[in-house]
């Protein structure tokens, strides 16, 4: 089983919709999290950290369930702009150290 | 300011080469990594450092070097360059190993 899985799309979403991505991780034991917008060819970029009391930023949500092991990312009103491939990151215990792991990513693209 | 940068952007060279790409952050952060992202846009952590110390070292071939010359950067040399390393390369440092990352612009290179 991946560490971070995600579901890879992609989504084709009109303007102005709402959409929600989930990811799942494997390690209860994880604290952090965290969701990263990726353009095409550019490098990824924080979008969000997500705390476990859920947390807004505008027209974006991010939601936090342990016990389920998943967190979530909901967009509203969806702009052009916001075409891109979201990447979920969790951390994760390698031997002693951690480490941020990404998942795959779920590509969004934004219809006119 | 750009925060991590990284050279070159793009490296073309070809197999059985030696090629070295380098990194440098001016957050002062004390972590810094090596992901990489193959044709499938995954992306996958190589290498990280926390204070020029080696921290976390994937399965990588040991073709793949990285130095640490101090806490505000950290090159990679790659001996014998393959095919199968044509991806891009991608330098970020954090705070510490479960803080968010920033990330270079990438480097892609491709062997031929």
């Known amino acids: 089983r991946k560490e971070v899985e995600q579901d890879p799309g992609p989504f084709n979403v009109p303007e102005g919709a709402t959409v929600a991505f989930n990811c799942t991780y494997s390690n209860s034991a994880s604290q952090s999290f965290f969701w990263y917008r990726q353009d095409c060819r550019k490098e990824p970029k924080l979008l969000m950290s997500v705390y476990s009391s859920g947390n807004e930023d505008g027209r974006f949500t991010a939601q936090l369930n342990r016990a389920s092991q998943y967190i979530s990312l909901l967009i509203r009103d969806s702009k052009l702009s916001d075409s891109a491939t979201y990447l979920c990151v969790v951390n994760e215990f390698d031997s002693g150290n951690e480490k941020l792991t990404f998942g795959t990513g779920t590509r969004l693209t934004i219809i006119p | 300011d750009t925060a991590v940068s990284q050279t070159p952007k793009y490296l073309v060279t070809q197999m059985g080469n030696d090629k070295s790409i380098k990194c440098e952050q001016n957050?002062?952060?004390?972590?810094m990594y090596w992901y990489k992202q193959d044709s499938k846009k995954f992306l996958k952590i190589m290498f990280s450092?926390?204070?020029?110390?080696?921290?976390i070292n994937e399965t990588v071939p040991n073709r793949f070097s990285p130095k640490s010359p101090d806490k505000a950067h950290l090159n990679l040399h790659i001996n014998s360059l393959e095919l199968g390393d044509s991806a891009v390369y991608f330098c970020a440092s954090s705070l510490r190993e479960t803080t968010e990352a920033f990330f270079g612009q990438g480097t892609r290179l491709t062997v031929v």
């Open positions: 450092y926390n204070n020029k110390e080696l921290i």
């Open positions: 957050l002062g952060h004390d972590t």
